[in-house]
């Protein structure tokens, strides 16, 4: 084929594929396209000796880096087409930023609604800023935590909160469980499933994003020893996994620990 044919043949072959393009169904956006795709990774270099596994189910490669992605993916598939902005209360962070990228290709934007007591980390304030995420600080003690979507002044519509939080709230806890029961069944043995515990608890440290601390022993022996940066709350839940293992008394089970969120917001 000459220089002349071939770029004949590029040139209809492109022309092809456009038109293909403009007639072929809408695909989703990459963020639902992405979410849930994460792999279940065994931890090889904890315990050299032990007939048990321990495994991670690592959330973190979700498109905004945090489990809360799958709820944000069902929530925005629901979302009432007059709403402005949506709305989340919220204590940590990670769903405000998880709705925010769900939400962009529609063109919301998420307000977030923090106590005044309440510091999040420094990672997450940024992830914050960088999705268009607006921080409004209230002078209210957090109860519990809610959503609504609402076009104007939703923080004064208390029953508009209230029915909300009956029909959403309560559906997040639940998802959460059923999703790491999902995960327990990807296993063929699984011994027990290690409890949801916040950063360090269970290495008798102190919570590194309340207090600002380094990152935990655990998360950096993660991090050299597997080559995963994870959450202070996954590390100390890998270190209860290895203590649990480490008398050796039993064989051939599996542990299976839910990373929630990457763990390079905790250590800028």
Same mark, same amino acid.
């Given at each position: 084929?000459?220089?002349?044919?071939?770029?004949?043949?590029?040139? &209809?072959?492109?022309?092809?594929?456009?038109?293909?393009?403009?007639?072929?169904?809408?695909?989703?956006?990459?963020?639902?396209?992405? =979410?849930? %795709?994460?792999?279940i990774i065994r931890l090889r270099a904890l315990l050299h000796n032990a007939h048990a596994c321990v495994y991670i189910k690592a959330e973190q490669l979700n498109p905004s880096g945090s489990v809360f992605d799958r709820?944000?993916?069902?929530?925005? *598939?629901?979302?009432?087409?007059?709403?402005?902005?949506?709305?989340?209360?919220? *204590?940590?962070?990670?769903?405000?930023?998880?709705?925010?990228?769900?939400?962009?290709?529609?063109?919301?934007?998420? %307000?977030?609604?923090?106590?005044? !007591?309440?510091?999040?980390?420094?990672?997450? *304030?940024?992830?914050?800023?960088?999705?268009? =995420?607006?921080?409004? /600080?209230? @002078?209210?003690?957090?109860?519990?935590?809610?959503?609504?979507?609402?076009?104007? !002044?939703?923080?004064?519509? &208390?029953?508009?909160? +209230? +029915?909300?939080?009956?029909?959403?709230?309560?559906?997040?806890?639940?998802?959460? *469980?059923?999703?790491?029961?999902?995960?327990?069944?990807?296993?063929?043995?699984?011994?027990?499933?290690?409890?949801?515990?916040?950063?360090? &608890? &269970?290495?008798?440290?102190?919570?590194?994003?309340?207090?600002?601390?380094?990152?935990?022993?655990?998360?950096?022996?993660?991090?050299? @020893?597997?080559?995963?940066? =994870? !959450?202070?709350?996954?590390? #100390?839940?890998?270190?209860? #996994?290895? /203590?649990?293992?480490? !008398?050796?008394?039993?064989?051939?089970?599996?542990?299976?620990?839910?990373?929630?969120?990457?763990?390079?917001?905790? =250590?800028?």
């Open positions: 084929m000459h220089g002349g044919d071939a770029l004949q043949w590029l040139a &209809n072959a492109l022309k092809k594929c456009f038109c293909k393009t403009q007639h072929a169904t809408a695909q989703p956006p990459a963020f639902h396209a992405l =979410v849930g %795709r994460t792999p709820y944000a993916d069902k929530v925005t *598939k629901r979302a009432p087409t007059h709403a402005k902005y949506a709305v989340v209360s919220e *204590k940590i962070g990670g769903e405000a930023a998880s709705l925010a990228m769900a939400l962009a290709p529609a063109g919301y934007r998420v %307000r977030a609604r923090i106590a005044a !007591s309440q510091e999040l980390p420094t990672g997450t *304030k940024k992830l914050h800023d960088a999705l268009g =995420v607006q921080q409004v /600080s209230e @002078n209210y003690h957090v109860v519990d935590d809610g959503m609504c979507w609402d076009a104007d !002044s939703v923080f004064q519509a &208390n029953d508009v909160v +209230e +029915e909300v939080r009956r029909d959403i709230l309560d559906e997040i806890y639940e998802q959460m *469980k059923q999703v790491e029961k999902e995960y327990a069944s990807q296993v063929v043995d699984v011994w027990f499933a290690v409890d949801d515990v916040e950063g360090g &608890n &269970n290495t008798a440290d102190k919570s590194t994003p309340l207090c600002g601390l380094k990152p935990t022993d655990a998360m950096a022996w993660i991090a050299t @020893n597997e080559g995963l940066l =994870v !959450s202070p709350r996954t590390a #100390a839940m890998v270190a209860r #996994a290895a /203590s649990a293992l480490s !008398s050796g008394t039993e064989k051939h089970r599996a542990i299976v620990v839910v990373a929630h969120e990457t763990g390079e917001r905790y =250590v800028v």
